[in-house]
């Protein structure tokens, strides 16, 4: 066959793609071993009974044509008027674009900030398609590490060293893999170095809805932010719909003209009957949200409780996502060897946080995607398990 194009080709890099533990986890399955997964940031429930409800009447009632491409405007005036009641900024339908998933909302959004061949800036840790994404548009990936001793809060002098002819930043918060949420602070810096580097800045906020501690902050609403931010949201995490591929990039008005455009030319589109439901269970409002949040928050308070009674792993602070984060140097094993051995000697499955870039070598990234009593168990062994290395 004839070449395949580079820019195709160079999406993944080769070699180890972090994914070896699920693999092998979901092998020794197959095989008849009972496995404890933490591996997947999915929920343990499905979409709500009332959100397919709304789905099925939808469909039925004959939203399975081709439905407008920047998403149907009621969806867009929604999810226009969710940002601007949780961030104050003045936000129209004009300024949403409702996309396949926050996945392909990530790749138009760096499609429009990011020239062919122009640097496009991200953090380590980082959630695991993101280099993939940006080499996926043609952009030079860059990686700028955030350190563990600093809580995982990006620093602003840090990504300065690499601003140098960039076009973007892409950030996180609430953060996968760290669970930690960026502060005032944080943000102010990054926003500040944005401004003085003519920066996008990609902001993905598909957690927003999965806080424990603290407050999230959109980069959006700081000042003279909105014109050059574009921000990542998505049904997938805050709705138990990550099968519906539903999500949405805010921005200026001609940047989601043309991220329409391109829609037009790749997805055509978001299926009427998923915005359709989108729609009901974002007028549902926060009760919904906060019941499809609530068993991330009682997961998150048994780990603290389980933590406090050891002191060979150090939690990164658990402010928001479905994850935690372990420092386990003390073990003196990297991230992928605990996790490996994790999983032969003990059944349970974790992500070693290598496959997050090298930030988070010598951590471990736990999902709290299972049953409470199951998890607090797994926890606890894994805590024994990293103490017989300490002693
Ligand atoms: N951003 C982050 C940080 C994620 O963790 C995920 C999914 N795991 C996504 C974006 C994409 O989610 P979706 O395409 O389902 O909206």
Redesign the pocket.
Known sequence: MPILSPTLTNISEGGSDGWEILTRAREMIVAGTPVTQLTI?EHDIRTDPSILAAMDQSARGGHTGYATVPGITELRTEVAARVQARTGVSTRAENVMITP???SA?FASHLAACPYGQKALYLDPY?ATYPGTLRGIGAVATAVQVHAENGFQPKASDIELFAEGAASLLI?SPN?PTGVIYTRDTLEGIADLCKRHDLWLIS?E?YDTQVWEGEHLSPRALPDMAERTLV?G?M?KSHAM?GSRC?WIVGPEEAIAHIANLATHTTYGVAGFIQDAALVALREGPELEQKIAAPFARRRAITLDILKDQNHITLIPADGAMYVMLDLRATGLSGEEFANRLLDEKHIAVMPGESFGKAAAGHIRVAMTIDDEQYGAALRTLCAFAAEFCE
Request: glycine content about 26%.
């Open positions: 940031g998933g926050g996945q990530l959630y996180n996968n993905d598909v990542i998505s997938s990550t999500g």
